[in-house]
């Protein structure tokens, strides 16, 4: 997923770079640039192909050993009822009907088939944008243990383990005492209202799906990944920050003193061994270049390094997320240590405000976090003033 999205980005920031060329005037080879662009539409194109080909895989939809085309198949008389959402007279349709168009015969047979099995859902090929928007915007989610089950969901996590001890020949075993909990992830809703004016009835249909998906998707993923960091676990996912935070799991910077390479030493010393491998940094950029980056000085230690476009604290990798607060730095193996679900995908309704003028759209997802091995994460912050 981490790799499609990031040739995702990377063919939309080539397409931005091409249109900036053709504005600015200067000269340029224009039937290289054409070709350039067909190629980046076409390839896009197939990447969004195959994602809502192992969507309906993963849902159970769509055969292994016979797999249908959903962005070129034409929805007929022998395309399983289940396979609906992935057509493109479902997509199309399901874009008109939420901004009250007028559907076409084979846009209302497929909105009909739908409605008729009980689930007006997002079209396959939309959800996998949404999908793709929502890890973009939140970087979390492609480091913790993300599931996607309906309902209710426990998972095993490891609470109080003894040590291995020598054992002499012929000696009677006893069981240690070691202690295993579960975690169980609900379902909270979150949501996101956005609207816009009658206008939107003229946006193309690609115009209005890629506006749909950027403000639908955005809100929420910032929603999850603030809650993922400091949920209270209250009628919401509880948060990484819910930790109990002592001198053995975090440091704490005097609110006037400036970090120093003793201060991560430290903290990276009481992050347990056996979640080493794979641990990471979250921080807030500003903090990092603020507080972190200082400590740079390649011909002293190497407590900040920079290599092939990423920076790295200890030789952890760093990640930045505006969603982490101020002057805290977590670091940790999210994998092992954090659990998510999205028991429900995003969805979106719509309605007319007639008062307004305008559409109302609701962006509606199911989430619920919660860590799920302490000891996986250790904690840099600064004291308050």
Known sequence: MAAIIKRLKEIEERKLQIRSLLESGETADLDALDTELRALDEEKA???????????????TIPASSIPNPATQTRSAETPEENVYATPEYRSGWLKNIRKLDLNDAEKRAITTAAASGKSLIPTVTVNKIIEKVHQYCPLLEKIDLLHVPGYVTIPAEGTTVDAAIHSEGAALTPDADTYGNVTLGAFEITKLVS??????????????????????????????????????????????????????????????????ANVKAAVGKLNGGYDDGAEWFMNKTEFMNSYHPLMNNSKDNIVTYD???????????????????????LGNFDMGYAGNMAEEINVTSAFNVRENAYDFLGAAMFDGKVKAIEAFVKISKASA
């Open 308 to 330: 092939n476009g990423k920076y790295y604290v200890m030789g952890y990798l760093v990640n930045w997320d505006d969603r982490v607060l101020g002057h805290d730095a977590f």
């Open 196 to 261: 816009i004016s009658k206008s939107v009835e003229r946006m193309s249909m690609d115009a209005f799906e890629s506006w749909l998906v950027k403000k639908i998707a955005k809100k929420i993923a910032v929603k999850i990944g603030s809650l993922s960091y400091y949920g209270t676990g209250v009628n919401e996912a509880q948060g990484i920050n819910a930790i109990p935070w002592t001198e053995s799991n975090s440091v704490t910077v005097a609110a006037d003193a400036s970090l120093t390479a």
């Open 46 to 60: 197939q990447i969004e192909r195959r994602q809502a080909i192992a969507a309906g895989i993963n849902a159970g």
